[in-house]
């Protein structure tokens, strides 16, 4: 078996499709509407919106498949790097751990999909996040996958126990809270070993910080997670703050999603004035 | 008990445990620290498989499994300094060459097709050495002074029990026709005859038996 497996051979059954980000960005399905009849006046996904249920059911695919390609990547941190070398042995403990994790959540999501009424393989699936964990270096891995991907999980989780919560939905609010613990203490193995790996290795940690900033942006882009109500997902401080991000870190990414939206919603304008 | 100055014998008649055991520390800890390698590599393999199965019930077995080896190591990681091995690492190794071998065998297969051959390393081969050898252990090492590593043994096989069943089941289940036994069949026998050299995953004498050198025994 190689070491670095490239996304474009992540085995799959023949349910399934994958798309790039690239692919994802130009469906002009876009998440943000400025679609501005009450039922749409916000993205939010909340029950209280027209098309909530193929939303959350959407949503519920994505993270369905993100949990796949989060084992994964865990697995393969396991695998590519020598242990002590080039991993420490720790670290890898912590990835296996992370596999088993990753392994319940694809569980709890099948089962979660199946209770919302979709299909494995009826949405497309966004390869992204296991693009982010073919890093060659560990903590740039933690930084991309631990600290932005499932801080962005946690963000998920968050909003779609509160639209558990909202419809009254125990089945779901009880699951997302469950992954929810998980993932953050899987951010918080992120924040702790970029911290301990690259204590005494500045250019090491600003090159993680970097591209865990550039991760966070892709995941902003279009405005699908921010504070503001017309993003789907919120973005869950108090979490966030419990797997080891300072409020400072906090604030650049809710000032990044911000902005995000406000240059998505003035292209979709754009793009709907040059259709009419 | 009425009178508390009454002496009692230390142990109780149903008590068995008895001195000496077959190993001594520095055997003890030569086969912990091959434990832990062996475990070691087990879980890198099983995080590695993961990415290359289209099964998405295997992908998720492997999951949960790499983490029941990765925490078998740990266990193994500190056991040693309490065996007076105080650089852990020192003792992380393959007992001999032919163990590298098996484990670069065992960790060939890559391609989406190639399910059966991976588990069946995993399962029907590395899984069961793993068996005999914590069996051979806890059976001869002494219950007094070595009942910290009796104590993980004990769940690790338990681990182990629970995991050979699972694999052997999604074994079963994948084999479909006579040429897939075959296939099976000839993995198993090519791993088999490495691990036939190696002596067990400690080396020779893993349990009990020395294994003389077989000429051609590498297939
Ligand atoms: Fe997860
Ligand atoms: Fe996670």
Redesign the interface.
């Known amino acids: 078996?190689?070491k670095f497996?490239p996304v474009e051979?992540?085995?799959?059954?023949e349910r399934f499709n994958q798309i790039t980000m690239n692919d994802r960005m130009a469906d002009q399905r876009t998440v943000i509407t400025t679609d501005s009849r009450p039922s749409r006046a916000a993205n939010r996904i909340v029950p209280s919106r027209g098309d909530a249920s193929d939303a959350a059911r959407g949503l519920m695919h994505g993270i369905f498949v993100g949990e796949?390609q989060a084992?994964?990547g865990?697995?393969?941190?396991?695998?590519?790097f020598t242990?002590?070398e080039e991993a420490p042995?720790e670290l890898?403990?912590d990835?296996?751990?992370q596999?088993?994790d990753?392994?319940?959540h694809?569980?709890i999501s099948v089962k979660l999909s199946d209770w919302m009424g979709s299909e494995?393989g009826e949405y497309a699936e966004n390869t992204v996040l296991?693009q982010a964990a073919c890093s060659n270096d560990p903590v740039l891995r933690l930084a991309g996958v631990n600290r932005a991907l499932e801080g962005l999980a946690i963000d998920v989780f968050t909003t779609m126990k509160e639209f558990g919560e909202v419809a009254g939905d125990q089945y779901l609010e009880f699951a997302e809270d469950w992954m929810l613990a998980d993932e953050v203490t899987h951010v918080k193995m992120g924040s702790d070993w970029l911290r301990k790996i690259t204590e005494d290795d500045p250019e090491r940690r600003k090159k993680a910080l970097d591209f865990q900033s550039v991760v966070d942006k892709l995941f902003s882009y279009g405005g699908t997670r921010s504070e503001s109500q017309e993003s789907p997902i919120g973005l869950a401080r108090r979490f966030r703050e419990l797997a080891g991000f300072d409020d400072q870190e906090i604030d650049v990414i809710a000032k990044l999603s911000l902005a995000a939206l406000e240059e998505r919603k003035a292209a979709v304008l754009e793009a709907q004035a040059a259709h009419n | 008990m009425a009178d508390a100055k009454k002496p009692r014998a230390p142990f109780a008649p149903w008590d068995r445990r008895e001195l000496p055991g077959l190993f001594s520390v520095e055997e003890s800890a030569r086969r912990v620290g091959a434990y832990k390698w062996c475990e070691l590599k087990l879980f890198e393999a099983l995080g590695g498989w993961i990415a290359t199965v289209p099964e998405l019930d295997v992908k998720m077995r492997l999951g949960a499994h790499c983490y029941k080896h990765a925490w078998h190591a740990e266990l193994w990681h500190k056991r040693l300094p309490e065996l007076r091995e105080m650089n852990p690492d020192r003792l992380t190794v393959a007992p001999n060459e032919h163990m590298v071998c098996f484990i670069e065998a065992l960790t060939e297969p890559e391609a989406p097709e190639l399910t059966i051959e991976k588990l069946v390393g995993v399962y029907r081969v590395f899984i069961p050495h793993f068996i005999s050898a914590y069996t051979f252990h806890l059976n001869n090492t002494s219950d007094i002074t070595d009942a910290p590593t009796m104590r993980s043994l004990r769940f690790i096989l338990q681990d182990e029990f629970e995991d050979w069943r699972d694999g052997e089941m999604l074994i079963q289940s994948l084999i479909e026709t006579p040429a897939e036994v075959d296939r099976a069949a000839a993995h198993q026998a090519r791993l088999e005859k490495i691990l036939l050299a190696a002596g067990g995953i400690t080396g020779s004498g893993t349990i009990g038996f020395s294994t003389p050198e077989h000429e051609g025994a590498i297939a």
């Open positions: 078996m190689r497996f051979d992540l085995a799959r059954d796949i084992l994964e865990a697995g393969r941190t396991c695998w590519d242990t002590g042995f890898k403990l990835m296996a751990r596999c088993w990753e392994a319940r694809v569980e494995i296991f």
